[in-house]
């Protein structure tokens, strides 16, 4: 699913406001314990660069996704902390913007990784569906495959990103949401206003993606070059999400409730405004940023792993949509012969 934020512009705003802290120092961080630990640990154990141990070597796991002596001292001592907290019933701080998630491999955020793969996973299955349901002759078909393949390299990103959270992997998470956003709101107004039905609204359709395409450019060109603000990044997001889940609230409406052209016409129409409401629905998990259960499991995750069967019943909702046209499209044909 590319619309992942709720239809209220107004919410969605409060919400990229709850997220822009996040990028900011954290309290844990921020203590004295955790500061003295790290820096006498790093002192005592690590070559002067801070790459390696000054005995032995860390295990290949760690090696394999990048850690070094001082990222791993860091988060030992991230973990000695928030032990002590817990502990001592003392409130579990954040460090770096995060939560002290167990690693597990080398891993930073275990759950997140895996709820990634599956949306991943349900991409791959969704393109494999389109590809053998829809029909090659279907205008739309073309814009679902792009999708499909949009949409996997944004999880694949978010997969590499929450393995191991580099300056390179954080950008590359952020531009391939991006796009997965921004292709999401491009293909929705083809799809609902049918710029692909007739030859005529051909110009405009190029006009469309050349526009889409400016902005996507300029955005990273200005979160590269500029500066790599999160907040505008956030609210940027919002407000193309906000206008793709609108637009699919206005085809449910329209053309599901108020003047189905027919009642197979209307059955399919309906199906994205349910699917809008129960992705609203799961992006309230951002607000309820918790600790994490067991310290793997947080609300970021959970809201990942909601999205899996929600991007499921997406597809089937395009192929219902695909199919349907392209029967009428038979039908016509048939009359003419």
């Known amino acids: 699913m590319l619309f992942c934020f ?3 512009k107004l919410v969605l705003f409060l919400l990229s406001l709850l997220f822009c802290p996040l990028a900011s120092a954290s309290r844990g961080d921020q203590l004295d314990k955790f500061q003295a630990c790290v820096k006498e640990n ?24 990048g850690w070094t002596c001082a990222s791993d001292i860091d988060y030992q001592c991230q973990r000695a902390i928030t032990d002590y907290m817990v502990k001592n019933g003392e409130e579990v701080e954040q460090f770096h ?44 078909r073309r814009f679902y495959v ?35 956003v921004l292709y999401g709101l491009f293909y929705a107004v083809i799809q609902v ?15 469309w993606a050349a ?12 979160l590269t070059f500029v500066i790599f603000d999160y907040g505008y990044n956030m609210l940027a997001n919002v407000v193309v999400g906000s206008l793709h889940g609108l637009i699919w609230l206005f085809y449910s409406l329209c053309k599901g409730h108020l003047s189905p052209k027919s009642p197979a016409h209307g059955r399919v129409a309906k199906q994205p405004a349910p699917i809008v409401l129960m992705l609203a629905c799961a992006m309230a998990l951002e607000l309820l940023d918790f600790s994490p259960w067991f310290f793997m499991i947080d609300a970021h995750s959970l809201w990942h792993l909601a999205t899996i069967p929600i991007t499921a019943m997406w597809y089937n909702f395009l192929v219902s949509y695909a199919m349907l046209h392209q029967s009428e499209v038979d039908k016509s044909l048939r009359a003419l012969l």
């Open 97 to 140: 913007g995060k939560w002290p998630f167990h690693r597990v491999l080398g891993i930073q955020e275990p759950a997140s990784v895996l709820f990634s793969i599956l949306n991943g996973y349900v991409h791959v299955r969704g393109l494999r569906k389109v590809r053998a349901q829809v029909s090659s002759a279907f205008p739309m």
């Open 6 to 8: 709720r239809s209220s």
């Open 146 to 180: 792009i999708f499909a393949y949009v949409g996997m390299n944004a999880w694949l990103w978010s997969t590499i990103f929450h393995i191991r959270d580099f300056n390179f992997t954080e950008k590359m998470d952020y531009f391939s949401a991006g796009a997965y």
């Open 42 to 65: 790093i002192a005592h154990r690590c070559t002067q660069d801070g790459y390696r141990l000054q005995s032995g070597q860390l295990p290949l796991a760690l090696r394999l996704t």
């Open 193 to 207: 206003f049918q710029l692909y039905k007739r030859p005529s609204y051909h110009l405009f359709l190029v006009i």
């Open 211 to 222: 526009v889409c395409l400016v902005c996507y450019l300029a955005h990273i060109g200005y």
